[in-house]
């Protein structure tokens, strides 16, 4: 083994290791017409033509004076480099004014699908970052200039179609382990939301008469519920605000904050949850939750999602884009907060959003959303009965994922051994 970098390491006897400035050559070619394939470039699945991603951003009429790409060609958007926006193109076509082409240079030992690998790795991506300028992450750019610096290992041009070969029939494989699981974990997870659009709807029994509830969104239910508005239901009914000072009043430990993006339907997620001090939450005294409270994101893409603020979590309190619903004591929580979950429900909250951007749910639709209101001992039996099942089946998606997280874990380390030659391959085998 050889003295490497900090990035790739030590690398086999044999390998060289030269700055990208003596491999790649930047290519400026213009597109004459802008006919040619339009090639765009994602952290994902690398360089693919634009037509086979689901892309809504704008896409110019005209794109003469596009770059013209080859197959081979390593395409980087400069501004997303730093989020691994890279790889080498299976393509001839052309892609953004604003992304770097490189081309190998004559002579040079290069195979594409080797370099692809090379480049995608994490530890590599880390130093484009690190080569990236900026002033935040968000605004870092790799410059051609800077690219250039980066050290790379180059072995023998058949030991990188060697590598080349081998990780693409081993990631193949594990791709399709993840892939079933992944689909097993979907099963499970139509199978729980299925579960409690019945139950919630139509009870435990599988023979109780139904009426039409009044409400076309909502369809028929029991005929010895209710059908009742929250605001006749609920006790209190809030949101939150964003503290005076924005981000800038969050602290390291204290009240804890939460935001949209820590409610789920499957409960809140405290991982990376912010904080704010005693002081600030006493300042925001209306948005103060308690055990029980059921919470409602009413903006944005996460619209919808809802869960119960559970007990024994301390002093919380939430910002703007969550709603809260406290219920009277005479109505189960664990019933209510199960009930926002339902299709029918999340699907009328989305035909019912407001606002210029049509991402917002009020206060007073919630107010007078209709829910169906059973017996307070069916209330319960309901809600005990769906804990039991999608509790099960919560068990067994997590284990599912866990697996996934362990197969996704085991490619990027293969992946990163074998092309800096932690583990060697032989006539398409690990040494």
């Known amino acids: 083994m050889t003295e490497g970098n900090q990035w790739f390491g030590k690398t086999p006897d044999g390998w060289q290791i030269k700055r990208n ?8 070619t213009p597109s004459k017409t802008g006919e040619e394939t339009l090639l765009t470039v994602s952290h994902i699945t690398g360089v693919t033509p634009r037509s086979e991603k689901n892309v809504n951003m704008f896409m110019a009429e005209n794109m003469t004076g596009y770059k013209q790409c080859k197959p081979g060609d390593l395409i980087i958007n400069t501004m997303w480099a730093w989020m691994g926006a890279l790889g080498t193109s299976k393509y001839a076509g052309i892609c953004s004014p604003a992304y770097g082409v490189y081309r190998p240079r004559r002579g040079v030992d290069y195979h594409a699908g080797y370099f692809d690998y090379l480049f995608r790795t994490p530890n590599a991506i880390m130093e484009m970052t690190r080569y990236s300028k900026g002033i935040v992450s968000s605004r870092l750019r790799l410059y051609p200039k800077d690219f250039y610096q980066i050290e790379t290992c180059l072995p023998p041009y058949a030991e990188q179609k060697a590598i080349a070969d081998y990780l693409e029939k081993q990631t193949s494989l594990l791709d399709r382990k993840i892939i079933l699981l992944n689909n097993k974990i979907e099963k499970y997870q139509r199978l729980r939301t299925s579960l409690i ?19 076309e969104w909502l369809g028929k239910v029991p ?3 209710s059908v009742e508005q929250v605001k006749n239901l609920a006790y209190k009914i809030g949101s939150g605000i964003t503290p005076k000072g924005g981000s800038e009043t969050y602290v390291d430990s204290g009240v804890i904050f939460i935001r949209s993006q820590n409610v789920y339907d499957d409960g809140l997620r405290l991982d990376g949850v912010s904080y704010i001090s005693s002081d600030v939450n006493e300042l925001m005294k209306s948005s103060q939750l308690v055990s029980g409270d059921v919470l409602i994101n009413i903006t944005g893409a996460s619209i919808g999602r809802s869960c119960a603020f559970p007990p024994n979590v301390g002093a919380a309190n939430i910002n703007q884009h969550i709603a809260f619903v406290r219920l009277k004591k005479k109505y189960r929580r664990n ?39 059973p017996p307070v001992e069916e209330q319960e039996a309901i809600a005990t009965y769906l804990d039991d099942k999608t509790g099960r089946i919560d068990a067994i998606v997590a284990k599912l994922k866990e697996q996934v997280e362990k197969l996704q874990e085991l490619r990027k380390t293969l992946i990163q051994d074998v092309v800096t030659g932690k583990i060697r391959v032989v006539d398409g085998v690990r040494a």
């Open 335 to 373: 019933y209510f907060s199960i009930f926002f979950k339902v299709n029918c429900v999340k699907e009328y909250i989305r035909t019912e959003q407001t606002g210029a951007s049509k991402e917002a749910f009020t206060l007073a639709q919630i107010a007078n959303l209709a829910i169906p209101v």
């Open 197 to 215: 659009n019945k139950t919630v709807c139509h009870g435990l029994g599988n023979s109780i008469e139904v009426v039409d509830s009044g409400f």
């Open 21 to 28: 400035k003596e491999i790649f050559a930047e290519v400026s």
């Open 223 to 225: 005929r010895h519920w």
